[in-house]
């Protein structure tokens, strides 16, 4: 099987098995959705989604968060990873958002970069969840299903995962395959116990192949 015929088969059974494919993280708009992806790095959407109403309660938008502590930001959000730093970042990124662009999120990945505490892929998926562009966000989960299955060999970095990822996924539908990938590596292909025996995609997949050989 061609590297090509494998994509091919993947994103086919994806389309069949899972048509509806979307970010677990709860939000009403791009300010809300940067601000529950920057929490959810190293954190579950489930618990980013618990400290999200109140902080967006008490912040609804991004000039009320630049005019925020720190000490304030982490009194809701504690409880999620790294919270220190995260209440840094998010108080640095509204005052850029503020200053520079007017409270409004950008729709380009290099201009989200400039904010603090924002990086490749946390742009990549603000792009492709608000605004449908072909960006792929590789996280573990993508990063371990994608050399799993095949989809890429001996990759080394995130970058390199998502380039190749974006040279055979066509781009009208990078946006609902890194739903896919990233759903399938939380609830099947998991790190330490993938699910193999419920798995559709045995089929095509480099890893189960090896396994059972």
């Known amino acids: 099987m061609t590297t090509k015929q494998r994509f091919e088969h993947i994103l086919e059974w994806f389309a069949q098995n899972m048509p509806v494919a979307e970010s677990e993280l709860d939000y009403e708009n791009p300010y809300q959705l940067l601000v529950a992806v920057m929490l959810s790095a190293q954190c579950t959407d489930k618990r980013v989604n618990m400290v999200t109403p109140a902080l967006f309660a008490a912040y609804p938008t991004a000039e009320a968060l630049a005019k925020a502590s720190v000490e304030d930001v982490l009194h809701y959000i504690h409880s999620v990873s790294y919270p220190n730093s995260k209440a840094a970042h998010l108080v640095g990124m509204a005052q850029r958002l503020t200053q520079v662009y007017h409270g409004e999120v950008p729709d380009n990945i290099d201009a989200l970069q400039t904010l603090p505490g924002v990086g490749r ?93």
């Open 121 to 213: 892929k946390t742009a990549n998926v603000v792009c492709a969840v608000i605004w449908n562009q072909p960006t792929m966000a590789v996280d573990t989960h993508i990063f371990r299903v994608s050399e799993r299955l095949g989809l890429t060999t001996n990759s080394k970095t995130p970058i390199q995962t998502e380039q190749e990822l974006v040279k055979y996924i066509p781009a009208d539908i990078i946006p609902k395959a890194h739903h896919w990938l990233l759903l399938h590596g939380r609830y099947v292909c998991q790190a330490r116990k993938p699910q193999c025996p419920v798995c559709g995609l045995k089929p095509f997949c480099r890893y189960y192949k090896q396994s059972i050989s």
